[in-house]
């Protein structure tokens, strides 16, 4: 007997028809033995109709009100659901995000989780009951409901997997696994039977929408062993964990990222401190930074060039003015760009990837902005217009 | 400086509009130097909407689980009600049932009141702030959500205006006031400038739609002074208070209740006990007794008939049954019936009201099944296709 956290997302609880898909997933899993946790997204469109809501009354709601507003969403999930295995005659029980134990600060609308307190949890387990937690939420220190921010429920997920000691969390999401590439776009990808954490987080990072990313970090914090898998199609999916068995695989697979912006400053003043000014900056403002490039400038001066999600990228212009404008720089920002990269463990005993991947784009007739390596990833900022032919071109070079 | 409690239900916040239409409400109020604490109810068909969600899933589902779904429309209306507020620059703050203190017992769906822990409430009060509060919902001792059940949100504004001691409860609708009769139906109908506790409570139990019965009760038993007054037209509403100034009014008003049902008993035997066995049932079933008439039958048996809501029809045919079809007597229940009511605490002093009222339905060819009196009320059964008939010619005897 085993203690499985199954996680379902807003797409796989969309309507009665697919609540009920979910509640065989669940009872299937009880059946075998097991005890089951799943946390639950809130039903398709419905967070997104909920934002909707609050934008008719207001351009700039409270956080902490839209914390109260979201959070209404699962709450409608997880009652659904249970009400679904109740019919399969199964015992069980939903449960909110505070009712769970979800103990997080108060940075409204992306929450930190604290601490989860397991013993409602427990309780429920010991009396053999299905337990459907409401994921994205929690609870702060003046009993004032939280959200972890889009994409928390697979955080919660992965957070009362650690804290209950679960032998496994399974993710299920409207794709079977982690591929080589986007299945949809490229051809002959293939499905990864296991991947690590690093290799997941990297494709998290690197556009690739299978997992949050928190999740994947939180997930080899705590050494909980993922499985990604399809709500719809019943077969194994690919597992996360410390060390994967398919060694001798170059690299895991190709993905790129749209959603990005390319920030540029140019004419800074070569100075001490200019940089650190900067990033310290953005930083404080939660604007993730990714691909960083300097270069010298003319007449004493420095250009910096970096991206971010293209979400950021007004904000990161308007912080930007503000220090350097003054001193004569210029700022801009450009959303024309796409970000492709490979990822892989196995690329750092092999010499020859970054030629293989650059001659697949030189052979596509494709332009290369800026490269950016990690220990395992390479990527390079193109034209967005181009960035589907460039997976494909790199992914037939590597995976044939 | 006064505390006000007031109370909007899902039409007064049916849509953006008119949720800016309540939010101007409250600031005004709040503006003239009062605390305004709001009671609101789940968004127009929102509740209706979820119940019906919940019937695709299952045919019974659970009423914790219910509760769990229902609970999350008032949280959807007071997040939405504070962005609007705070839209227009005043301080405020939105609280479920729990946060609000609401501790109820364990009856999911039809939850009472168990206590109102008002810190958190006063808190938010001593920092000036408009508190907006979840309505007809509340926690049990094992920290599960319950409701209190339909119209549960007049008896949650009432209940914390007396926790409070606040100063007035208003109660917002969608009529400016309580009438002598249903205003959209009946001519030459008055606005009442203010009604007794007891007359609004009859009026409430002989199917004026205009309050809960439940909060009436309460707001007598804690004598908290409500108001009724309109949401969309702002003039002064109909108070409601221990005692009333219009004394010398004979009557206060005509009201029908069409949804309920007659059911008889026939050739019971006349023994002892039986109708102590037959009401003790219905009441453990909390099917609720109105206007009982009892007659001696043929052979030593009697026969019973009484009112219940419409709804609660064939659970009592079905009760009954058990008992007595053994025993040979015949249980019948008739929907097709009507009770028109006149209530007045004025007719108590006054001789000749019932022959008024039975005149006026002669004249207008309305036989009359059964008639009940109370202190206050004159009740009487008739075919429900000429309940509206009987009320304006009852109306026009008494009103003119």
Known sequence: MALIVQKFGGSSVADAARVRNVAGIITDTYKKGNNVVVVVSAQGDTTDDL??????????????????????????????LAMAIAE??????????????????????????????????????????????????????????????????????????????????????????????????????????????????????????????????????????????????????TIVREVAKMEKMLIRGVTKDSDIARISVVGMKDIPGNAFKMFSRL???????????????????????????????????????????????????DTSVAKVSIVGAGMQSHSGTASKMFGALYEAGINIGMISTSEITISVLIDKESADKAVSAVHKAFFG
Chains 1, 2 share one sequence.
């Open 283 to 333: 930083a404080q403002k939660n604007i993730n930074i990714d691909v960083i490039l300097q270069s010298v400038g003319r007449d004493g001066t420095k250009d910096i060039s970096f991206t971010c999600a293209a979400g950021y990228a007004d904000e990161a212009v308007e912080i930007l003015n503000d220090i350097f404008a003054m001193e004569g720089a210029v700022v801009s920002s």
């Open 88 to 237: 399969l005659g199964y015992p069980v029980i939903s449960l909110l995000g505070w009712q769970a134990g979800f103990n997080t600060n108060s940075s409204y609308g992306s929450a930190r989780i604290r601490e989860i307190k397991t013993e409602r949890l427990e309780k429920e387990l010991d009396q053999k009951k299905i337990v459907i937690v409401a994921g994205f939420q929690g609870l702060n220190k003046y009993d004032d409901l939280t959200t972890l921010g889009r994409g928390g429920s697979d955080t919660s997920a992965v957070a009362l997997a650690a804290a209950l000691h679960a032998d496994r969390c399974q993710i299920f999401t409207d794709v079977t696994g982690v591929f080589t590439a986007d299945p949809r776009k490229v051809e002959n990808t293939q499905k990864l039977a296991d991947i690590t954490y690093d290799e997941m987080l990297e494709f998290a990072t690197l556009g690739a929408q299978v997992l949050n990313n928190r999740s994947v970090e939180m997930a080899k914090k705590y050494n909980v062993e993922l499985e990604v898998l399809s709500s719809l199609v019943r077969e194994p999916g």
């Open 51 to 80: 934002i909707e809501k609050a934008r008719e009354i207001s351009a700039n709601p409270s956080k902490r009100e839209m914390d109260m507003l979201l959070t209404s969403g699962e709450q409608i999930s997880i009652s659904l």
